[in-house]
C-alpha cells in the first residue's frame, strides 16, 4: 500500500454542476456535527485518562527527580507505551475500510495521545506538588490567579480588591472552579489541572486533525505538535492548550476564507469559536491570531485576483473575518465585559501599564529553531523546505506558512516598537513557529517517504528504513523534553509548596511560616480571606491564600487600573512618617482601599518590603529596593503587632 499523502482536501474552488452548493453546505454541516460529536468522548476519555495516571503517580512515594533518575526512566517507559499505542493506532487506521472494528484507531490514539502528554509530564513530577516553574515568578501570579477563582466564581482582579480582571481570566476561572468543586486548594491543583488540560486539548486536536486530513498522518502531526509544545510551552500551560490547536485551526481558518462565496461556513464557525476561546485565554495570541487572518485573507483574496475571478471573488475572503470575529466576540465579551464596563465608567482607558515592558535575549533575535542542531532544528528544517516546494500548491502548506509569516512579521514588530519603549513580547510566539515548523516537517517527512518509495519501485525494505529511522526519532525527541524542562522541574522540588514541604526533602523556605501568618490574620480579624488586603512583599503568601493584596510583585503583572507606581510611591511616603497618627491618618486618606495587614520582614532598623520598579528596556527589567518601616509607626493601640519567623503581621483593629 502507498504511503499516505498529506493534500487529501477538497479543490479550493468545488463549485460546479457537478457539486451544487446547497448539497455542500449540507455536508460541511453534517462534517462540522460528526466533528463535534467526536470531541465531546474524545475529550471525557482523555480527561479520565489524565486524572486516573495523575492520581496513581500520586499514590506512590518516589525520590526526587533531580536527585534519582528513577523518575526519568519511569518516563521512558510510559512514553514508549503510549507511543506504542499511537503506532498500533496508526498501521490500524490504514487497514482497509472493511477491517472489522475499522474506528477503532480513533480512541485508541485518543488514549495514546493523552497517555503521552500526562505520562510526560507528571511522571517527573511525581514527587512534588508543584508544576513547572514550582512557586516561583510567573508562577506565583498564575497560581494567585488560579486560587481567587477558588475561593469566588466573580470576575475579579487576581491581586486587587474591587478591580475587575485585566488579564484573560478564562482558564483560570474554569480551573479555580473545578478545585472548588473538587475541594482542593488551589496551589495544589494547579499541576494536574495544567496536565490534564494540555491532554484534553491535544486530543481536542487530534480530533480536528482527524476531519482535515487522513486519519494515520492526523496522528502523527498531533504527537508531534504535542510533543514540542510540551518541551517549550509546557511551563506556560494557558498557552500551551492554544499551540496545540493552532496549527489545524490555520488549515480550517484558510478553508473558511479561500472557499468560494457560500461555502465553508462549518470552517467560519470552528475558526470563530476559536478565535472566541483565545480572547478569554491569552490576549498576545489574540492580536497575533487576528493578524495572521487578516494575512490569510490577504493571501485568498490575491489568489482569486491572479485566477481573474470576479470582484465579489476578491473581496469575499475579507467579508468572511466579520462572522469570525462576531463569533469570537460573543465568546470574549463575559470575560472582558467587567473591565471594558470599568474603563467605560471611568472615561477612558487607564495608564501606566507595563505588561509589554520585556525584552530578553531571545526578544532580540529572530526564532530560527530550523537552524538547532537537534533533532527538532532538523525536523523544523525539513518542514521549511516543505513550506517553500509546496507553498502555492498545496493548501496546508499555505495555511501553515501565512502563520509563520505572521510570527516573524509580529518578532519583527516588537523590535521595532522598541524605539517608542514598549515591545509586542514577539518572543511568546517562540512555541508557536516551533509548532507550525514541526508540523510542516511531519507532512514534509510523509511527502518525503512516499516519493521515495516511489521511485524506488516501491520497495518494501527502503520504506521500512525510512519508517524505522522515523520512529527513532520521533522516540529520541519524546524522551529528550524532560531534560528540556529540567529547570523547571528543579523548581517544582526546591520550592517550598502550600504545606511547608521542600518535595526534595530538604529544610523549607521562609514559605513554611504562611500557614501560621495565616491563622493569626484570621483570628484577629475573624472576616472571610477575600475581604482583607494586605500588603506585602513575600508575593507567594498571595499565592496559596486567597487575600487581596495592596501591592503587585511587579508593575509587569500588575492591573493598569491599580495604579502601580503611584501606589508604590504612597508606600514609600507612609515609611517616612514620624509616628501612628500620622500613618493611620494617611491611609485614610488613600484614594485606594488602604491595607488591613502589613506583612513585614524584620531587620535591625524596623520593618522591611523588598519592592520592585520597571526598569525596561534594561534586562532584567526590574529593579529591587527595599522599604523600611520603623517598627515605632505601630506602637499604638489601632495595631496589633505578631512576629512569626522572620516576619512580624502587623494587623490594623
Not at 71 to 94: E, P, S
Not at 303 to 317: E, K, L, Q, T, V
Not at 342 to 368: D, F
Amino acid at each position: 500500500m502507498p504511503v499516505t499523502g498529506t493534500d487529501a482536501e477538497s479543490p479550493a474552488d468545488p463549485s460546479g454542476a457537478d457539486a451544487p452548493r446547497a448539497a455542500d453546505r449540507s455536508r460541511q454541516w453534517r462534517k462540522l456535527g460528526r466533528a463535534v460529536a467526536e470531541a465531546v468522548p474524545a475529550a471525557v476519555i482523555a480527561a479520565v485518562v489524565a486524572v486516573v495516571l495523575i492520581v496513581a503517580i500520586r499514590q506512590v512515594q518516589w525520590p526526587a527527580y533531580p536527585s534519582s533518575n528513577q523518575l526519568r526512566a519511569l518516563t521512558t517507559v510510559g512514553q514508549f507505551v503510549a507511543l506504542a499505542m499511537l503506532v498500533v493506532a496508526i498501521l490500524w487506521a490504514r487497514r482497509p475500510a472493511t477491517t472489522r472494528w475499522p474506528m477503532l484507531a480513533r480512541p485508541l490514539s485518543w488514549v495514546g495521545l493523552s497517555t503521552l502528554v500526562t505520562i510526560t509530564l507528571a511522571m517527573p513530577l511525581g514527587a512534588t506538588s508543584l508544576y513547572l516553574g514550582g512557586l516561583s515568578v510567573d508562577q506565583e501570579f498564575r497560581t494567585q490567579y488560579l486560587s481567587r477563582f477558588v475561593d469566588s466564581a466573580a470576575l475579579r482582579d487576581m491581586n486587587y480588591i474591587d478591580i475587575p480582571p485585566f488579564y484573560p481570566a478564562g482558564w483560570f476561572w474554569v480551573g479555580g472552579r473545578l478545585a472548588a468543586l473538587t475541594g482542593i486548594d488551589g496551589w495544589a491543583f494547579f499541576a494536574p489541572y495544567s496536565i490534564a488540560a494540555l491532554a484534553v486539548c491535544a486530543v481536542l486536536a487530534l480530533v480536528l486533525w482527524t476531519h482535515l486530513i487522513n486519519t494515520d498522518v492526523a496522528i502523527l502531526a498531533a504527537t508531534t505538535v504535542a510533543v514540542v509544545t510540551l518541551a517549550h510551552a509546557a511551563p506556560e500551560p494557558y498557552a500551551a492548550i492554544l499551540v496545540v490547536l493552532i496549527p489545524p485551526v490555520l488549515l480550517l481558518a484558510w478553508g473558511a476564507l479561500a472557499r468560494s462565496p457560500g461555502e465553508g461556513w462549518a470552517a467560519i464557525v470552528g475558526t470563530g469559536l476559536f478565535l472566541g476561546m483565545v480572547a478569554a485565554t491569552y490576549t498576545l495570541y489574540l492580536f497575533w491570531l487576528v493578524l495572521t487572518l487578516v494575512l490569510m485573507a490577504s493571501a485568498a483574496a490575491f489568489g482569486n485576483y491572479r485566477r481573474s475571478a470576479p470582484a465579489d471573488a476578491i473581496f469575499w475572503p475579507f467579508l468572511r473575518l466579520i462572522p469570525i470575529g462576531i463569533i469570537a466576540v460573543v465568546i470574549a465579551l463575559p470575560w472582558w465585559l467587567p473591565y471594558l464596563w470599568q474603563v467605560v465608567r471611568g472615561g477612558g482607558l487607564p495608564g501606566g501599564g507595563s505588561a509589554m515592558h520585556y525584552l530578553p535575549g531571545g526578544g532580540a533575535t529572530l526564532p530560527l529553531p530550523m537552524l538547532s542542531a537537534s533533532l527538532l532544528g532538523l525536523l523544523c528544517l525539513l518542514g521549511t523546505g516543505w513550506l517553500v516546494l509546496l507553498a502555492r500548491s498545496s493548501r496546508r502548506a499555505a495555511a501553515l506558512g501565512v502563520g509563520i509569516v505572521a510570527v516573524y512579521l509580529w518578532v519583527l514588530l516588537s523590535m521595532a516598537a522598541t524605539v517608542i519603549g514598549t515591545t509586542l513580547l514577539g518572543f511568546r510566539l517562540e512555541p508557536v513557529v516551533i509548532a507550525l515548523l514541526a508540523t510542516a516537517g511531519v507532512f514534509g517527512f510523509v511527502d518525503g517517504v512516499r516519493a521515495i518509495h516511489l521511485a524506488t519501485n516501491e520497495s518494501a525494505r527502503t520504506l521500512a528504513m525510512l519508517l524505522v529511522l522515523g520512529g527513532i526519532a520521533g522516540a529520541g525527541l519524546t524522551q529528550s523534553v524532560p531534560a528540556t524542562l529540567s529547570g523547571d522541574i528543579d523548581t517544582a522540588y526546591t520550592d517550598t509548596d502550600g504545606n511547608g514541604v521542600r518535595a526534595d526533602m530538604r529544610p523549607p523556605s521562609s514559605v513554611a511560616f504562611y500557614p501560621e501568618i495565616d491563622r493569626v490574620i484570621t483570628e484577629n480579624l475573624q472576616r472571610p480571606r477575600d475581604e482583607t488586603v494586605v500588603l506585602t512583599a513575600d508575593y507567594g503568601f498571595l499565592s496559596l491564600y486567597p487575600y487581596f493584596g495592596y501591592q503587585s510583585l511587579t508593575s509587569h503583572y500588575a492591573n493598569p487600573m491599580a495604579r502601580f507606581e503611584e501606589r508604590a510611591a504612597q508606600i514609600a511616603a507612609w515609611s517616612k512618617l514620624t509616628g501612628p497618627d500620622e500613618l493611620l491618618a494617611a491611609m485614610d486618606e488613600s484614594p485606594w482601599r488602604a491595607p488591613d495587614v502589613f506583612v513585614f520582614r524584620t531587620s535591625p532598623d524596623g520593618y522591611t518590603l523588598r519592592l520592585a520598579e520597571d526598569v525596561y528596556p534594561n534586562d532584567p527589567n526590574v529593579r529591587r529596593y527595599t522599604v523600611t518601616f520603623p517598627a515605632s509607626l505601630f506602637d499604638n493601640n489601632n495595631f496589633a503587632t505578631e512576629l512569626v519567623g522572620p516576619f512580624a503581621v502587623v494587623i490594623r483593629r
